[in-house]
């Protein structure tokens, strides 16, 4: 069936980088743009940016840009999200999420914790 | 780009309709019909309820109904269920070909 499965939890220190990735599998992975989006704990859902997978372009939400990078690889059928210069305020679940519409996401990855933490 | 503005809880009896409002700003939810709702449950992940304003994807029920009126976009539950108690969010495509979400709301079903 149509699934996302991203990678497991992480745990970083303030300044670091992470890179969290996301596979898909059920679907011809071309077809359809990626997004990224967190959840800090307690909060609501934040939009990061968005990736299609077949060409690489990519797209980020503004208070992001500079930090993230959203990449793909074609051959495994995975996107990968990297955010650097983690504080303590990008501890959340990130999310990989399939777009059908402008905006619709109607598959979900598991959700990945990153904790950034001295 | 600023949150779409929801209201932070709303509540229901078991059998009753509650509706649940998203305002945002003629740059995205008055500007295209790209407004979708999502059902979050505790530890997971969201759950695609209406897009495209009213569509619902095969599966959700049909007492889940999505509708706008200029700037704000509403998501109505139907004879509600315990089932239904969770976070709910909206989001919109917006003028800078961004996404927004809203804060949340959450439904108790009392």
């Known amino acids: 069936q149509v699934q996302l499965e991203q990678s497991g939890a992480e745990v970083k220190k303030p300044g670091a980088s992470v890179k969290v990735s996301c596979k898909a599998s059920?679907?011809?992975?071309?077809?359809?743009?990626m997004h990224w989006v967190r959840q800090a704990p307690g909060q609501g859902l934040e939009w990061m940016g968005i990736?299609?997978?077949?060409?690489?372009?990519?797209s980020y939400a503004q208070k992001f840009q500079g930090r993230v990078t959203m990449t793909r690889d074609t051959s495994t059928s995975t996107v990968y999200m990297e955010l650097s210069s983690l504080r303590s305020e990008d501890t959340a679940v990130y999310y990989c999420?399939?777009?059908?519409?402008?905006?619709?996401?109607?598959?979900w990855g598991q959700g990945t914790m990153v904790t950034v933490s001295s | 780009q600023s949150a779409l503005t929801q209201p932070a809880s709303v509540s229901g009896s078991p059998g009753q309709s509650i509706t649940i409002s998203c305002t945002g700003t003629s740059s995205d939810v008055g500007a295209y019909k790209y407004v979708s709702w999502y059902q979050q449950h505790p530890g997971k992940a969201p759950k695609l309820m209406i897009y495209d304003v009213s569509k619902r994807p095969s599966g959700v029920s049909n007492r889940f109904s999505g509708s706008k009126s200029g700037n704000t976009a509403s998501l109505t539950i139907s004879g509600l269920q315990a089932e239904d108690e969770a976070d709910y969010y909206c989001s919109s495509y917006t003028s800078s070909s961004t996404r927004v979400f809203g804060g949340g709301t959450k439904l108790t079903v009392l």
């Open positions: 990736i299609n997978p077949s060409d690489g372009s990519t």
């Open positions: 059920g679907y011809t992975f071309t077809t359809y743009y």
């Open positions: 999420a399939r777009a059908v519409s402008y905006g619709a996401f109607d598959i």
